[in-house]
């Protein structure tokens, strides 16, 4: 079982940056691809980002795209994601969790999730 824990959350104005962390409890860190999801207010928990093992490859949802970048470093059992360009659509609370492969599929592997992270984007 991996235990992730994600930070980096905050309230930001539109057009801002935030990048989070998702901190894994896990010796094989290296093995897990690894994706983002966010849940807004009233709304189902969707896809946002997607990484695989090493790092080499991604994938993000359209809505996204361009305006976020998927990264980790396995050496610190890390995985991040960069949000630039903020808009108030991207208000949310942000999870992580492990991905089935393949990647482009965001197939969580987990049933149970963390706290996530709110991220508040203000207009």
């Known amino acids: 079982q991996v235990h992730l824990v994600e930070s980096g959350g905050g309230v930001v104005q539109a057009g801002g940056s935030l990048r989070l962390s998702c901190a894994a409890s896990?010796?094989?860190?290296?093995?897990?691809?690894m994706g983002w999801f966010r849940q807004a207010p009233g709304r189902e928990r969707e896809f946002v980002a997607a990484?695989?093992?090493?790092?080499?490859?991604?994938y993000y949802a359209d809505s996204v795209k361009g305006r976020f970048t998927i990264s980790r470093d396995n050496a610190k059992n890390t995985m991040y994601l960069q949000m630039n360009s903020l808009e108030p659509e991207d208000t949310a609370v942000y999870y992580c969790?492990?991905?089935?492969?393949?990647?482009?599929?965001?197939?969580?592997?987990?049933?149970?999730w963390g706290q996530g992270t709110q991220v508040t984007v203000s207009s």
């Open positions: 990484i695989g093992w090493s790092g080499k490859t991604t």
């Open positions: 969790n492990t991905l089935k492969e393949p990647i482009t599929k965001a197939t969580p592997t987990n049933n149970v």
């Open positions: 896990v010796r094989t860190f290296s093995a897990y691809a």
